[in-house]
């Protein structure tokens, strides 16, 4: 029964015997020669179809042209959730005070941002250094004198149809955050962008008094 055990024993399986499918390679160390493992053949495939897919994916995705980034879809969807926001401030009245008071906001100026990343870029480019249409950048301006004329023309456009009226496209409330954010990109330039076109304006009105609740607790004298 012993032997029987024995002869058992020393016929089952070994884990550290060859592998029939592996091969000695030349290289060893300490003595101990390596084995030849081959990598699986679905690893070399998936590798093999990473290859094949990243060329066309670079070229879509990063070559340049607006709105297929992947930073042009998070401005597109950042738009689509700040747009939530609006439910905050009600329907603002498009005039100059209004303006200002926006155009010193930060807040606000970002939602204004991703308004002109999603619906201006293509004429004025990503930063408003100007493309078909002028730098935003600079001193200079074509149809606008105070800055109230950013609104005017915004709702109704200017240069018969180059610049188109955004007055049905865009809410009052977008219309508004969008022209702060444009007069926010005034005297940010470095040069770089378009050459200047029109006339130099006065600068900007300063930023209002903030808005506080004062109330009167004024005591008759006794």
């Given at each position: 029964?012993?032997?029987?055990?024995s002869d058992?024993?020393?016929?089952?399986?070994?884990?550290n015997?060859?592998?029939?499918?592996?091969s000695?390679t030349?290289?060893?160390?300490?003595?101990?020669?390596?084995?030849?493992?081959?990598?699986?053949v679905?690893?070399?495939?998936?590798?093999?179809a990473?290859?094949?897919?990243?060329?066309?994916?670079?070229?879509?995705?990063?070559?340049g042209?607006?709105?297929?980034?992947?930073?042009?879809?998070?401005?597109?969807?950042?738009?689509?959730?700040l747009?939530?926001?609006?439910?905050?401030?009600?329907?603002v009245?498009?005039?100059?005070?209004?303006?200002?008071?926006?155009?010193y906001?930060?807040?606000w100026?970002?939602?204004?941002?991703s308004v002109?990343?999603?619906?201006?870029?293509?004429?004025?480019g990503?930063?408003?250094?100007?493309?078909?249409?002028?730098?935003?950048?600079?001193?200079?301006y074509?149809?606008i004198?105070?800055?109230?004329?950013?609104?005017?023309v915004?709702?109704?456009?200017?240069?018969?149809?180059?610049?188109?009226?955004w007055?049905?496209?865009?809410?009052?409330?977008?219309?508004?955050?969008v022209?702060?954010?444009?007069?926010?990109?005034?005297g940010?330039g470095?040069g770089?962008?378009?050459?200047?076109?029109?006339?130099?304006?006065?600068?900007?009105?300063?930023?209002?008094?903030?808005?506080?609740?004062?109330?009167?607790?004024?005591?008759?004298?006794?």
């Amino acid at each position: 029964m012993i032997q029987a055990m024995s002869d058992s024993k020393h016929e089952s399986p070994d884990s550290n015997q060859d592998d029939p499918a592996d091969s000695l390679t030349d290289q060893s160390f300490d003595g101990i020669q390596q084995y030849d493992h081959p990598l699986p053949v679905w690893w070399i495939w998936l590798f093999v179809a990473v290859l094949l897919f990243a060329p066309p994916y670079v070229w879509y995705y990063h070559n340049g042209t607006q709105g297929r980034s992947l930073a042009d879809h998070h401005e597109q969807e950042l738009a689509e959730v700040l747009k939530l926001q609006f439910s905050q401030m009600g329907e603002v009245t498009a005039d100059r005070e209004t303006l200002v008071r926006f155009l010193y906001e930060d807040s606000w100026l970002r939602v204004g941002r991703s308004v002109f990343k999603s619906n201006c870029v293509a004429c004025h480019g990503r930063e408003g250094v100007g493309k078909v249409g002028p730098n935003l950048q600079d001193d200079h301006y074509k149809n606008i004198g105070d800055i109230a004329d950013i609104l005017r023309v915004l709702q109704q456009g200017a240069n018969a149809g180059a610049m188109p009226a955004w007055k049905s496209k865009l809410s009052t409330n977008e219309i508004v955050l969008v022209s702060a954010y444009v007069a926010s990109l005034r005297g940010s330039g470095d040069g770089s962008g378009k050459p200047a076109e029109g006339r130099v304006i006065a600068p900007w009105p300063q930023a209002p008094p903030p808005e506080t609740d004062v109330t009167d607790q004024q005591k008759s004298p006794e």
